[in-house]
């Protein structure tokens, strides 16, 4: 469940250097260890570092451009253990300065995962959070496709739960149980101006295999979702769905659904309901590269009724991977859109390069259009056994009724082991944003950290 998508405009925190054990994520700021995942029983990994940050606008402000510049120690810790059927791990990390002579925390973030399977069921836990900055030009999507503006500088805090129980594993009757949670809080300042949701999730499945080739599925789904704005919205989404795959050959699959979905949304001086059928057709084929589909549906949102035509292809190539969709949309009052992805990454010797598109169009609660484009990319130049380069850039256009928002980020990245388990790297960042009353602002960055990790096995 998706409810908030970030752009690249704000710059989150001051250092951008954060050591995650468990991932590995290269970009702006340096690059994240990586724990092996085929390690068997309790398994730790400590990490500290120390990073030198300084930036010409580190909120990205408008108005007040002032720079700023400081020394951050960062402290993380990731537990895993990897058993035949039980899977664990609980990670911890965060930047941390002093402020008038106290210990201030810089975007913290926690995650714990918890997986155990037997010979039918299975148990799930994710559970993560984080806080991190915003300023009055960062720019967020509800699950409607709502423009969510941040009014002050402040932070915003964003807790994940994920709860699911899986029954009849590898039988021919099989259920699931799932609960999604996500809240959204926002603290400092004027924060009052910021709207704080709760949006929950029930979903229940239930699926049958008729045949070896017709297997069925029921999917019942309540949904509630709030938000402490002006109108004390509350929206309530019910759908239940009947879908069934059959697999035509060995290469060739099609699956039909049909449903009915309801969503009502209240607020403190009017209730509004959608409802409204829902169904889709969509086919399927493989061939030696990858799979091609074609897939026509409908569905029922807060802002109407709409359908999407979508052609898809996935391919494996010699040079690496492509996943694409182009999609076509109407909307109940006679509007459409043009949506789609693509995500192409080209592997390389001594490197890879990877670039992502993106553009979608939702019907926010008050029935204005917001549509979105994205662009992603990366090159990862490896210089030796010890050093590599990393290059990125990624752009955002946000496009609503009566407001639009451009924003753009550049990095450039050297990384060094200097050993087993020491890491130094020097980032440079160059941010803009741009909105429709042509308020911009812009930063350049640097970053220098260095971190250690120690791996113990219990």
């Not at 909105?435 to 812009?442: L, R």
């Amino acid at each position: 469940m998706q409810y908030l998508k970030n752009t690249v405009a704000p710059r989150r925190q001051m250092g951008r250097v954060l050591a995650v054990t468990g991932c590995a994520i290269i970009g702006a700021g340096g690059a994240y260890p990586i724990l092996a995942q085929d390690a068997q029983g309790p398994h730790s990994t400590f990490t500290y570092g120390l990073v030198f940050d300084a930036d010409s606008n580190p909120s990205l402000d408008t108005s007040d451009a002032s720079g700023a510049s400081q020394f951050l120690g960062q402290l993380g810790y990731q537990y895993d253990q990897n058993l035949r059927n039980t899977q664990m791990s609980l990670g911890a990390d965060t930047r941390f300065t002093t402020q008038d002579g106290a210990l201030a925390l810089d975007d913290p973030r926690l995650t714990l995962g918890f997986d155990t399977r037997a010979s039918r069921h299975a148990i799930g836990l994710d559970l993560n959070y984080q806080r991190f900055d915003v300023s009055d030009l960062t720019l967020a999507l509800d699950s409607t496709g709502t423009p969510v503006f941040s009014q002050t500088d402040g932070t915003r805090a964003v807790t994940n739960l994920g709860l699911d129980f899986e029954g009849g594993i590898d039988m021919p009757l099989r259920y699931q149980i799932a609960y999604d949670a996500k809240d959204i809080h926002h603290s400092t300042g004027a924060s009052l101006l910021n709207d704080d949701s709760l949006e929950q999730d029930w979903n229940l499945s239930i699926s049958a295999d008729l045949t070896p080739a017709i297997t069925t599925r029921l999917v019942l789904e309540y949904i509630d979702y709030n938000v402490d704005d002006s109108d004390d919205t509350q929206r309530i989404t019910q759908a239940a769905r009947l879908s069934t795959d059959f697999q035509l050959d060995q290469v060739t699959r099609l699956n039909l659904s049909f449903g009915q979905r309801s969503v009502e949304t209240q607020t403190t001086s009017d209730t509004t309901q959608q409802d409204g059928s829902t169904w889709s057709i969509a086919a399927f084929r493989e061939d030696r590269r990858g799979e091609y589909g074609i897939a026509l549906d409908q569905t029922v949102k807060a802002g109407g009724t709409r359908q999407t035509l979508t052609l898809s292809r996935d391919a494996d190539w010699s040079l690496g991977t492509i996943e694409s969709s182009l999609g076509y949309v109407w909307r109940e009052d006679d509007a459409t859109s043009w949506i789609g992805t693509l995500d192409l990454r080209i592997d390389r010797p001594d490197g890879a390069v990877t670039l992502g598109l993106s553009r979608q169009a939702n019907v926010a609660n008050d029935g204005d259009v917001t549509e979105r484009s994205q662009l992603r990319g990366q090159m990862i130049q490896q210089l030796n056994a010890q050093s590599q380069l990393n290059f990125g850039l990624s752009a955002s256009h946000d496009a609503f009724e009566i407001d639009d928002q451009f924003s753009a980020q550049a990095s450039a990245t050297y990384q060094r082991q200097l050993n087993d388990d020491a890491t130094l790297s020097v980032a440079l960042e160059r941010r803009f944003s741009r909105n429709t009353a042509d308020e911009t602002a812009h930063s350049n960055g640097i970053t220098i950290s260095f971190q250690r990790s120690l791996d113990r096995l219990h």
